[in-house]
């Protein structure tokens, strides 16, 4: 059974390949309707783009920025 999600999200997927980037686009794209991605190409440089953007999700590869950078679900909501 397949579930789709129909209201319209803001994901940040944040992964060092560009590759791995599309293919959780992709993966993504198939359960929800209406989707709003933005990449980062590494866990450095994300946090700028989460101080500029609300997003409802972060994907972050666990070792995205060799490991300095965690996401704080609090960043996903809020804006300083």
């Given at each position: 059974m397949e579930?789709?999600?129909h209201t319209t999200?803001?994901?940040l997927i944040v992964d060092d390949?560009?590759?791995m980037r599309m293919?959780?686009?992709m993966?993504?794209?198939?359960i929800m309707d209406s989707i709003r991605i933005t990449e980062a190409e590494s866990g450095l440089t994300a946090p700028a783009q989460m101080k500029q953007q609300d997003f409802d999700l972060v994907y972050r590869y666990a070792d995205a920025g060799n490991g300095r950078w965690r996401v704080n679900?609090?960043?996903t909501r809020?804006?300083?």
């Open positions: 579930m789709k999600i999200k803001h994901v390949s560009a590759t293919l959780i686009s993966s993504i794209r198939k679900p609090a960043h809020a804006r300083e």
